[in-house]
């Protein structure tokens, strides 16, 4: 009923539905004014896999691993935002629950692996579409509580806390 190839291929249909929203608001991100006190951004996803949700959110941090928040007057300084909410990135018929958590769980060490894969490309293509490569400011895109993090410049994983030396 399910194959690891139709499920991957259905996250990248439902994601493409979500593209030209994302480019769009990465390119409203692109024109803020990030605050002096911010080292580099975090785009961590989160994954809500039993409603088959993504979120994705900018965190802007400092060196040290904490949140910068601007808490001065100036409302053109930047400092973190919500870029994706809460979209659908599989649909599945209720009755067909029990049966998908079967399959998953019998291909969850493969499956794991290229739904990451598949999220990560994806951001990346939208990233380089609305022109991320311009941002003068270190940027990652994460999975939520994960040890590692693609670097959105070299365009390469490395170890979470690499980026913070």
Avoid at 40 to 58: H, V
Avoid at 115 to 129: A, G, I, L, S, Y
Avoid at 137 to 154: E, G, T
Wanted: glycine share 4%; proline share 1%; aromatic share 16%.
């Amino acid at each position: 009923m399910f194959s690891v190839d139709g499920y991957l291929n259905s996250i990248k249909a439902n994601l493409e539905k979500q593209t030209d929203v994302l480019v769009g608001n990465l390119k409203t991100i692109f024109t803020y004014n990030f605050s002096s006190e911010i080292d580099l951004i975090d785009f961590s996803a989160f994954i809500e896999p039993t409603r088959f949700e993504l979120s994705i959110r900018l965190f802007s941090m400092d060196k040290e691993a904490n949140e910068v928040f601007h808490e001065g007057d100036d409302l053109t300084v930047f400092a973190g935002s919500e870029v994706l909410t809460e979209v659908e990135y599989f649909q599945l018929n209720e009755s067909q629950l029990d049966d998908f958590f079967e399959f998953y769980e019998q291909n969850e060490e493969v499956l794991n692996t290229q739904e990451q894969k598949v999220f990560t490309d994806w951001f990346n293509q939208c990233w380089e579409k609305a022109g991320g490569d311009g941002l003068k400011i270190p940027a990652y895109f994460v999975f939520h509580d994960d040890v590692k993090s693609y670097d959105l410049n070299n365009k390469q994983w490395i170890d979470d806390d690499d980026k913070w030396t």
